[in-house]
């Protein structure tokens, strides 16, 4: 071999590609061990980032997989802000516009200009979700002003100098000003974090150098997405699906339709046709609108690829008009926005599943089925609120395997439920059970993820706020596979069950002590005929539990007894069309 | 058998036993001396393997007064899953939390992700009835009978082990305990093991993955300590046998065989104990435990003379982990080593692991069929490895497949020199493992060029230098028989119980006296256990320590806690200690914020007799002739240079070495850079000094 080395080096681009996921490694773990509250470091309702001075993506730090676009939109929306000229050494950049992040006010964003020689070479950001930022406890909200504080772009640090005076508005607007600095203070932290790792990593191989890299690692990913669109038969796809309804008019079905265009190694997501922007909180923005075609794009492409970075979505074309429910424009209610998107993004796989049915997914129960609850912790009279879930449920069974069951839903990534153990020493709730769903899971020849149970008995009097969705629009099967349970929450009062409510959405219910709320979050959808799952298969999965006699003989055609004893003749009786 | 040589048996065994092999250290109390014997693992009767190991360190059981041992029995069980056929009983409510675990989706873009599995399937996990609120007050009485009928139903299932996990035992553990005592009547055969038992600390599913773990690995386990005892027993010995735990300290083999999962990574945590002692021999406060093998280097950290634990661990890769919530060494691991493979990915960039290829094929220079360049070819290609003196001589190197496996996975496809491509394989693994030193470093406050790195592993010395200089590290040490050095650190353990107990209360309210009866009860049951063990402490020490958290927080710290402010009720020293704990590890503290105990920690420890390391003979600076055994062309950076080789056996203490140079012995290779430069220290230590921006 004699031809010269290629350039950029390739070795140097393999160091700074570990040494980029090393550091947004660092910067979470950083962010989730001195985060204050639980949706940060159980739920990792976070994300932190190394971004380029144009705002491009380098690496993403998860944090909820949805949050994929909504850090690197808004530096770009700072820099249009103020200009590069205007941001200078020491500056750090704040913002919880909704309209940017694409998602709620809650998701307070720091970018902190990255210098090298006074120089801008990029910039490290943290976006984490504060678990109050004001505006109205109960109820749902149909505008943005009453969902709490909107700070727009704003510099919470010039040049090395707190701005005492916006700390101070935090404070003032804010429920747990105390919890709320040391979540700020976590953020500063992560950012801080980025910051220097990255600077030792520009003094150890060179300012080029690292460029080249980063300009290579990207050129690395937008050629296997290429190659791996390119593997996708040309076509236009569709699907739909829909939502129960946007919680102020109830029952009121939200279409949502997906068109999917795919020639030669390049992928159009046209998201026009999905429902406008809607009157309860359901919406997100248009950030979050790209998001759902990035994250089904990567799912199909890159699942396994890291960094994370804008180089595998440089085939990717997604159409978002303005105003959609996904697109929401000011002003909008945007507080419960992580819902609708989740929907979308299995759409998109429902309608590229005739294309490429050994690379999608039957549809899981797509909604965190998570509550919010508050009230006067008996053991020091101090007010509190909590949240209860992730529950986990069921996901969609694949051409070639079992859906797995109790996992969050794909708005979340590594994020935790939280211990019983931990939740009844801390709040007066008394957790009665959190078990598996029998039937849950959509039959077919790979059968669906089961869903869960999880009920909460009040030993003092609280108050609960539940937004769960998809109690209709049950996880579809792929292919001959049966549609799963939907999600759904019910109450206990005085000892009785009421469990007929038109939607799974409970806006401040109170739960008095001894009374009890459960949360049934679905299963995921099958894929195949459930006739042709072995049926020693169908027989262990009742043995087992997860499949009832019942649903074993009707939607499998297998006969068997509790203890999973086959009835060879009966079932083959049944399975002979 | 020479049992008659009982009453002057002195020697203290120490086994390793590895995926590979078996690594027996034999110290001499009464001349000091030191021995080892290696020798290939023997998986059909481990204890051959043992007694070879002996045999080749010259000695024998009878001669033993100790017999130390560390083994991966525990984890393989868990990992290959060839444990027992277990039963969980769990309150009413809770059967499928082992399963739901803590839903977590951590490959967040991958459709076809998976999540732990169960050792237990769900029609073995049983419902009792019966329940505690989180004050350890009965909320439902236990209901006896169920238990009754849980237990006829299992006999007939065949059951051979039971875990049983209530909700907060930690608080109360009456329930578990009852439940342990009907199973223990109504299946006598059956190994029963309960979650209070091994962790006393809160989060259920964490606790009952741990018991779980416990109950499937506790049979196995058991025979195989009796298969060594019965062994040791018939061959003369009559002393004590103490099994390793993870925390690197030791315990009875006795209580090996109740509380087994303790032992799951007794190797990799007496190599830090190793390091530990090691330092205290050459008074350095400060290092990190570096070992290097075939296909992982795991870092560990030795921070003012204490070698640093965690409270849990994962089991298993972390997307697929079984948690195991009992103290450990804390050990960082990456997936580098001799045998990870460099390879273009899809996208077109080059990588370097986590692939291994093992013992089979093993890397391509092995000649065995392996086609796939690793790390340790690409040190055969640039000089680092010598073919012809690989594990003393027992096997030849292949440069030429070497050479040509580089060559054509690595430098054709991505257009450079085989020699850029050999020497960018390492440099792409020593960041991988600079990163693993980090990990347990930087993200816990630690600042890397603070430490010395003790360097083991049979990989370890190749790479250490790289790494050091990598990390700003100034200091490398490798010890004697860099290969053996887990058995060596196993002789230099003490006896060792952690106890944790969950006990939530905020630090302005705590009741002193509740936590002082709580400190003073663990602190008794560890020095009833040191009583129970077979051999005789020198003294007894314990550790008080705290995990305390900001009031709202969720994850806490683990703060050592000096006795003397709980005796004073000294609040704010504890809060002090608290803030200052979490400014080091998270480099932000509030000490406005309110703070608050989430569960008490004691380590009880009875400190054993150390061998005392000898010293070895004397010479110059310059290193004796016989020790030269030639030069070779190593190619380090751009430049090929003449490169001295030495056999270390044959270094003596003061002998000083410049680098470029290669220091040979049986199981590994020292690679000394340009500008760095060694000296042999008294113990026979190579303690080399990283010289500047050499590559």
Known sequence: MTNPPTSPDPVVTEIVRNGVIAITEEMKSNLMRTAYNMIIYEALDFTVGLFTEKGETISIGLGLPMFIRGMAETIKAKLEHYGSENIHPGDILLTNDAYITGSHLNHLTFSMPIYEDDELIGFACCMAHWPDIGGTLDGITTDIYSEGLQIPIVKYQREGVVNEEIVDIIRANVRLPDRAMGDLR??????????????????????????????????????????????????????????????????????????????????????????????????????????????????????????????????????????????AVKPAPMRWWMTFPMTIVDTVFKALTPAIPERTIAGHHADLVIGLLNGINPKNNEFYIAFIGPTGGGWGAKHNEDGVSATVCINDGDTHNSPAEQLEAKYPFLIENYALREDSGGAGEYRGGLGCENTVQARADFMLNAQVERMHCKPWGLNGGREAMGNSVVLRAGGNWKEDYPNAKLLTARINAGDAFAFRSGGGGGFGDPKRRPAEIVADDVRQGYVSVGSAKSDYGVVCDVKGNLDKVATKKLRTP | ??????????????????????????????????????????????????????????????????????????????????????????????????????????????????????????ALRFEINERLYAEGEVYKPLDEERVHQICAFIREEGIEAVAILLLHCYANPAHELRVKEIVEEELPSAFVSTSHELSREYREFERCSTVVANAYIGPKVQNYIDGIKTRLQADGFDGSFLVVQSTGGLYDAEQAQRQCVRMLESGPAAGVIGTQALCEAIEIRNAIAFDMGGTTAKAGVIHDGEALTTGSALIGGYERALPVQIAMMDIFEVGTGGGSIARIADEGGLRVGPESAGSEPGPACYGQGGTFPTVTDANVYLGRLSPDRFLGGEMTLDVDAASEAINEKVAMPLNMETADAAQGILSIAVTSMSHAVKAVTTERGLN?????????????????????????????????????????????????????????????????????????????????EIEKASTATERILVSRGADMRYVGQEHSVTVDLPSHLFASEDRAGIKERFDEVHNLRYGTCAPQERSEIVSLRVTVTGMLEKPLLKSIVSGEEKPPKRAHTGTKPVQFGSDMLKTDTWDRTQLLAKNFIIGPALIEEHASTTVLHPGDTLTVDDFGNLNINIGGDAL
């Open chain 2, 448 to 528: 890397a060029s603070d430490f010395a790195m003790v360097a083991y592993g049979g990989a370890g010395p190749l790479h250490a230098c790289s790494v050091a200089r990598e990390m700003g590290i100034g200091t490398v040490i490798i010890p004697r028989s860099p290969g053996h050095f887990s058995a060596f650190g196993m002789l230099f353990s003490d006896l060792r119980y952690d106890y944790v107990r969950s006990r939530f209360t905020r630090l302005a309210d705590a009741d002193f006296s509740d936590l002082e009866d709580v400190y003073i009860g663990l602190e008794a049951e560890g020095y009833r």
């Open chain 2, 1 to 122: 058998m020479a049992t008659n040589i009982n009453d002057v048996s002195t020697i203290r065994l120490a086994a390793d036993i590895g995926g590979t092999f078996t690594d027996v250290a034999a110290f001499n109390p009464k001349n000091g001396e030191l021995n080892f014997g290696k020798t290939l693992s023997t998986p059909a009767s481990l204890i051959d393997g043992i007694a070879t190991g002996v045999a080749k360190a010259g000695t024998s059981f009878p001669e033993a007064e100790i017999f130390l041992h560390g083994s991966t029995v525990a984890i393989n069980t868990m990992l290959e899953r060839t444990g027992a056929k277990t039963a969980l009983l769990i309150t009413e409510g809770f059967r499928d939390i082992y399963e739901i675990g803590r839903v977590n989706r951590p490959d967040a873009y991958n459709l076809f992700f998976q999540k732990h599995q169960p050792l237990v399937e769900r």
């Open chain 1, 186 to 327: 976590a953020q500063l932290t992560a950012i801080a974090t980025g910051e220097r790792r990255y600077l030792e990593l520009v003094k150890r191989y060179g300012r080029k150098q690292v460029a080249d890299a980063i300009s290579d690692i990207m050129d690395q990913s937008e050629r296997a997405a290429r190659a791996r669109t390119l593997s996708i038969p040309d076509g236009v796809y569709e699907a739909e699906s829909y939502m129960d309804d946007d919680g102020v008019s109830i029952s009121n079905r939200i279409p949502i339709r997906v068109k999917v265009i795919v020639e030669g190694d390049e992928m159009t997501v046209d998201l026009s046709d999905v429902a406008e922007q809607v009157r309860g909180f359901y919406n997100s923005g248009i950030t979050t609108g790209h998001a759902c075609s990035q994250v089904a794009f990567k799912c199909i492409t890159s699942p396994t690829d890291y960094p994370i970075n804008d180089g595998s979505f440089r085939n990717l074309k997604a159409i978002v008009p303005p105003g959609r429910v996904i697109s």
